[in-house]
Structure formats: structure tokens, C-alpha cells
């Protein structure tokens, strides 16, 4: 089977930094992606790392060890509008692109 | 470029009915995932179709069926719903000639099953 697991809830204030920790057991493991999802929203596409090491894009970074079965999203200069749901997901080597996703992790920034 | 697009947005059905719902892929994506996403939980895939023919498919039951057509848009249909069926259904477009990685959801359609 597929697991990934994610903190549930983060709480960080404006302009500070936050990591959300991702952790997987998989087959077939291919890459890890993250989404975010705001309330009521769909989830749109962050960053995706097929390989180890660092993704970055503008404010948000993404880490992926493969060693370790262990991914993280770093969100820098955090603004309130980050405010939403978190999820990483494992793409799997099935042959056809399959995401599975961890359950989220909600991230409230405060004034 | 227009986005992914879902209908109806909301939807309530009684247990035992059947529902379809829509989706329109991204423009150039045909690859098409549904995704069922319950209430505080990620997104569980259902599907996928790729050139209108369903190439993978996650652990949910065969009354949970889909189509695509030749214009890369999709239909999921569910047969005998359930309550456990209430849930934000998400559609996915994705090119894999492209950032196969890469997918752009819809906003969704709420169903409620009463």
C-alpha cells in the first residue's frame, strides 16, 4: 500500500518562514509534488521534485531525499493569502501519471 | 488558454440514484484524472483516461465509471450512491508530452448524497 504523512496543522505569523514535512511509503515511487488548496478551492500545482535536492520557485522551495522517503515544502516571507491546506503527493511509476496524496496540512498565518 | 472546468458545481441526490458529472480539459491536455476528496482528507484518485481509453484506476468500485471523448472531456458517472459517496469530486487535466507531473484541477463538484 501507498502511505504519506504530513502534520495536520501549522501555525506561523506574516513574513516568517514554515516547513511542512512530508513522509512516504511507497512502490513504485516516482517523484513527489505539492499542491496548495485554499477553502473551497481546487488545488493548484507548487513544485515537484523528481530527483534529490532543492526546487525552488520564488517563495516556495521543495526538498525531496530519497534515502529517506522524505520531502519538504519551505515557505518563505509567508503572506496571509498563504493561508490554505498543504499536500504533498507521491507520483507513482505505474505507467500512467497516479498521484497519491498525503491527508494535508493546514497552514494558518496570523497578522 | 481556458482552464479546467467542472458542472454542475453542487449537486444532492438520494442514496440509490445515479449522477454524471462533467469536465472539460485544459486546452492541449489529453489526459484526464477524477479524484473523490472527502471532507478534511487529500484527494483519492478514481481514474484516469488517456485518448479517450481508461488507463489506470485506483480502488474504488465499478460502479464508479467514466468516459472521454474525442474532444479530450469527460464524464464520471456513479451508479447506486451511497452516503459515504458525499464528497468534492475533482477532475485533473495533464499533457504527458509535456510537465507530465503537472496537473491542473478543476474546481470541483460538490456532491451530497442525502
Known amino acids: 500500500g501507498q502511505s504519506l504523512e504530513q502534520p495536520s496543522e501549522v501555525t506561523a505569523v506574516e513574513g516568517a518562514i514554515v516547513q511542512i514535512n512530508c513522509t512516504y511509503q511507497t512502490s513504485g515511487f516516482y517523484g513527489l509534488s505539492w499542491y496548495q488548496q485554499h477553502d473551497g478551492g481546487a488545488p493548484t500545482f507548487l513544485s515537484y521534485n523528481g530527483l534529490d535536492g532543492l526546487e525552488e520557485t520564488g517563495r516556495f522551495s521543495s526538498f525531496l531525499s530519497r534515502s529517506d522517503s522524505y520531502g519538504y515544502l519551505l515557505l518563505q516571507e509567508l503572506q496571509m493569502k498563504d493561508s490554505a491546506s498543504y499536500f504533498c503527493?507521491?507520483?507513482?511509476?505505474?505507467?500512467?501519471?497516479?498521484?497519491?496524496f498525503g491527508t494535508g496540512t493546514r497552514l494558518l498565518v496570523s497578522p | 488558454e481556458t482552464g479546467v472546468t467542472q458542472s454542475p458545481t453542487h449537486l444532492i441526490k438520494t442514496r440509490g440514484q445515479q449522477v454524471t458529472l462533467r469536465c472539460s480539459s485544459q486546452s492541449g491536455h489529453n489526459t484526464v484524472s477524477w479524484y473523490q476528496q472527502a471532507l478534511g482528507q487529500g484527494p483519492q484518485f478514481i481514474f484516469q483516461?488517456?485518448?479517450?481509453?481508461?488507463?489506470g484506476r485506483g480502488n474504488f468500485p465499478p460502479r464508479f465509471s467514466g468516459l472521454q471523448f474525442p474532444n479530450y472531456s469527460s464524464e464520471l458517472n456513479v451508479n447506486a450512491l451511497e452516503l459515504d459517496d458525499s464528497a468534492l469530486y475533482l477532475c485533473?487535466?495533464?499533457?504527458?508530452?509535456?510537465?507530465?507531473?503537472?496537473?491542473?484541477f478543476g474546481p470541483g463538484t460538490r456532491l451530497t448524497v442525502t
Open positions: 503527493a507521491v507520483r507513482l511509476n505505474t505507467g500512467f501519471q497516479k498521484l497519491v
Open positions: 483516461y488517456y485518448r479517450e481509453e481508461e488507463n
Open positions: 485533473a487535466s495533464s499533457n504527458p508530452g509535456l510537465a507530465d507531473y503537472e496537473q491542473y
